[in-house]
């Protein structure tokens, strides 16, 4: 089955309804120059406690210097790291020797076919990849949580050419993810505002999101 991965986590509660539902892992949002979901990482320190072993805590951070990414990291107590902006590669290679064992999912935004060639040439860099649809070039950085579809197809060549497992995002909703996960066929989906009503996770959203991912596993 496709996993999902619920972002935007912003309480002990809802983090606890997310896994109660399903999800495979959770966002946990970092200081951002835009878009929804950042909480203070005091907060995120809180709420890692409360997640089972068996779900990922996946850190949102747009920091690109490696020595503060890990910091951040042991600051918050996360499983895992969601690099949302483009970093150097030795940047992620410094992350590699000094966290083996967080799991590291680098963001590419698609843009256009030159995503792909993006993509591919960090991918042996990391454990996974995830496609949103930010604008990371933009004069104030967006980098995710748009709401935002972009060009399945180009996500679908992505997926068939990677080493490592594809994460898809970018506006999907219950609505929609049916068609995505046909069209792209990836390890998991991952959103934020599309299972939310005036900012909060809202159940029925999730239940509706996770009955149609099973559907269209099946």
């Known amino acids: 089955m496709t996993r999902v991965k619920v972002c935007c986590i912003a309480s002990v509660a809802e983090a606890e309804l997310a896994v ?16 929804p979901g950042p909480i203070d990482e005091a907060e995120i ?6 997640v089972p072993s068996g779900v ?3 850190l949102l951070t747009a920091l690109t210097d490696p020595a503060a990414i890990i910091d951040q990291q042991r600051r918050c107590g996360v499983t895992g790291i969601q690099l949302v902006d483009r ?3 030795a940047a992620r290679h410094e992350l590699r020797r000094v966290l083996p064992t967080i799991q590291l999912v680098q963001v590419v935004h698609v843009l256009g076919r030159e995503s792909i060639d993006e993509a591919l040439s960090v991918a042996s860099e990391v ?6 649809s930010g604008r990371p070039d933009a004069s104030v950085k967006e980098l995710g949580g748009t709401g935002r579809v972009h060009d399945w197809a180009i996500s679908r060549a992505i997926r068939d050419a990677a080493p490592v497992p594809v ?4 506006g999907l909703n219950p609505e929609n993810v049916g068609e995505a996960i046909a069209a792209v066929q990836p390890y998991a989906v991952d959103l934020c505002t599309g299972v939310r009503i005036h900012g909060q996770l809202d159940e029925a959203r999730l239940l509706a999101f ?6 269209a596993s099946a």
Do not use: C, K, Q, Y
């Open 210 to 215: 996770m009955r149609a991912v099973e559907r």
């Open 56 to 58: 990922t805590t996946l």
């Open 45 to 50: 320190a809180a709420i890692t406690p409360h």
């Open 20 to 35: 109660r539902h399903g999800a495979a892992a959770l966002g946990l949002v970092s200081a951002m120059p835009s878009g």
């Open 87 to 89: 970093l150097e590669s």
């Open 127 to 132: 454990d996974a990849l995830l496609l949103d």
């Open 167 to 170: 994460f898809l995002a970018g």
